[in-house]
C-alpha cells in the first residue's frame, strides 16, 4: 500500500465548475503536504503547500488538511481549460521523505 | 535565474553502458533530491542529500550512485543501466530536507535498449 494515495483519474469537469482533488496519506506523522501540478511532459510545478489543520487559500486554489481523517483535498474554482494536468499530492513519511501520490489527472472540458 | 537544470535531456543507453546525470541549483538551497517517474508509479526518490557533503538512499536506491559535488551541483550515476532503469528523472532541491516545497527541474528522459 503507497503511503499516498490518489484516485488516478481522469477527473473530468466543465469549465467554470469546481475540481475537487483528494489525497490520504497513512503515516500519521506526516506534518508538510503539498499539491503540485504537471503538464504532460513537463516537471511538476508547486501549486501550494499546507502545513497544519485546516483550509489556505490562494487565488483560485484552497488546500484542506484534515489530520484527524489523514486526507489532504486541493479545491480549485472556477476551473479552466489550462487546468488540464496532472495533480501530485506528496507529504513527508516516517523517515520522514517526502512521498509522492500516483497523480490525478484533471480534464477540463470547455 | 535558471533554478534547477539537468543534463542531458535526452540519452539512450545500451544494457551495460554507464552514465552520468548532472544537476545544479543556483537557489543556494541546501537539499538536493533525485526522483525517478514511471508510468502509473509516481515519483519514486532515488537518493537524497540533505546538506553538502551528506547522501542518503531513498526507496529506489539500487542501480545508482550519487555524488554532492558541492552546495550547487548533485549528480546522479548509472554503473550498468538496465532496461528497468528506463524512466524520466527528476533532480530537484528546497530550503529544508522534505519539509520545504521542491524545485524540480525539468527532467532527463533515459532509455535503456
Known amino acids: 500500500q503507497k503511503e499516498v494515495e490518489q484516485n488516478s483519474g481522469p477527473l473530468s469537469v466543465p469549465e467554470g465548475a469546481i475540481a475537487s482533488l483528494n489525497c490520504t496519506y497513512s503515516?500519521?506523522?506526516?506534518?508538510?503536504f503539498f499539491w503540485y501540478r504537471q503538464y504532460s511532459g513537463k516537471s511538476p510545478e508547486l501549486i501550494m503547500s499546507i502545513y497544519s489543520n485546516g483550509d489556505k487559500e490562494d487565488g483560485r486554489f484552497t488546500a484542506q488538511l484534515n489530520k484527524a481523517s489523514q486526507y489532504v483535498s486541493l479545491l480549485i474554482r472556477d476551473s479552466q481549460p489550462s487546468d488540464s494536468a496532472t495533480y501530485l499530492c506528496?507529504?513527508?513519511?516516517?523517515?520522514?521523505?517526502?512521498?509522492f501520490g500516483g497523480g490525478t489527472r484533471l480534464m477540463v472540458k470547455p | 535565474n535558471a533554478g534547477v537544470t539537468q543534463t542531458p535531456k535526452f540519452q539512450v543507453l545500451k544494457t551495460g553502458q554507464s552514465m552520468t546525470l548532472q544537476c545544479a541549483q543556483d537557489?543556494?538551497?541546501?537539499?538536493m533530491y533525485w526522483y525517478r517517474q514511471d508510468p502509473g508509479m509516481g515519483l519514486r526518490l532515488i537518493y537524497y542529500?540533505?546538506?553538502?557533503?551528506?547522501?542518503d538512499k531513498g526507496e529506489v536506491p539500487n542501480g545508482y550512485n550519487v555524488s554532492r559535488l558541492n552546495k550547487r551541483e548533485f549528480s546522479l550515476r548509472l554503473e550498468s543501466a538496465a532496461p528497468s532503469q528506463t524512466s524520466v528523472y527528476f533532480c530537484?532541491?528546497?530550503?529544508?530536507?522534505?519539509?520545504?516545497?521542491?524545485?524540480f527541474g525539468n527532467g532527463t528522459r533515459l532509455t535503456v535498449t
Open positions: 530537484a532541491s528546497s530550503e529544508g530536507v522534505f519539509i520545504r516545497p521542491l524545485h
Open positions: 537557489m543556494n538551497h541546501n537539499s
Open positions: 542529500s540533505a546538506s553538502e557533503g551528506t547522501t
Open positions: 506528496a507529504g513527508n513519511n516516517a523517515g520522514n521523505m517526502l512521498t
Open positions: 503515516d500519521r506523522g506526516s506534518q508538510s
